[in-house]
């Protein structure tokens, strides 16, 4: 069974302090990796994806890292900010009809405080 | 440019009753798929829609179904209401499926 598991489940950290985000999965055949933020009350919205043959995308502050052969990932989030607080969600998706079926992670809640 | 529309945004409906939603995807974007969230069960795919054909489909009932225009406007069916419909809504559109999506704001679903 596809599944996609996301740790921790929850987070709490300072401002301007690092933090790492991970997610494992079982899906297979893989297509792309994918990580978005979703404020409350919004739509998710893209930070990085990820094909078979990259390991590393960059966005600002945010860095995905993939490693295909133990299907992890991780999402690095530098010098954290006030409105870094959302959810982080981690999707993983299989080639299907021209397109890609995605599975999600139940994503990472982080807040940031001052 | 304008970002994916979607509407309504909030709706309430009654057990048994069916809903149409409604997504207007970004000028020139030709996929549009749809996705149900849920504190239980966090975002799951329902289907996809690529120049007016269903590309893909998730793992849910017949009861909800879904179309796109040849404007690529695409709207969700769903009859038959239940109280676990009850979701938050989220459409995306991308040009081409296997790209970038960005997603509407969503349409929040109470089922009573």
């Known amino acids: 069974k596809n599944q996609v598991e996301q740790s921790p489940q929850s987070l709490i950290i300072l401002e301007g302090k690092n933090c790492t985000l991970q997610c494992n999965y079982t899906v297979s055949p893989f297509s792309n990796l994918r990580w978005y933020k979703q404020d409350t009350g919004r739509g998710p919205v893209s930070l990085t994806i990820?094909?078979?043959?990259?390991n590393t995308k960059s966005n600002r502050r945010y860095t995905a890292t993939l490693d295909a052969d133990t299907k992890q990932s991780s999402l690095h989030i530098t010098a954290s900010q006030l409105s870094d607080s959302a959810s982080y969600i981690c999707?993983?998706?299989?080639?299907?009809?021209?397109?890609?079926?995605?599975?999600f992670g139940r994503g990472t809640s982080l807040i940031v405080h001052p | 440019k304008a970002g994916v529309t979607q509407t309504p945004r909030y709706l309430i409906k009654t057990r048994g009753q069916q809903v149409t939603l409604s997504c207007s995807p970004i000028s020139g974007h030709r996929s549009v798929s749809w996705y149900q969230q849920t504190p239980g069960q966090g975002l799951q795919f329902l289907f996809e829609y690529f120049s007016e054909t269903q590309r893909n489909k998730g793992n849910f009932p017949g009861r909800f179904s879904g179309r796109q225009f040849s404007n690529s406007r695409s709207e969700m069916n769903v009859s038959t209401l239940e109280l676990g419909d009850s979701a938050l809504y989220l459409c995306?559109?991308?040009?081409?499926?296997?790209?970038?999506?960005?997603f509407g704001p969503g349409t929040r679903l109470t089922v009573t």
């Open positions: 995306a559109s991308s040009f081409a499926g296997v790209d970038e999506q960005y």
């Open positions: 999707v993983v998706s299989y080639p299907s009809g021209g397109s890609y079926i995605p599975t």
């Open positions: 990820m094909t078979f043959s990259e």
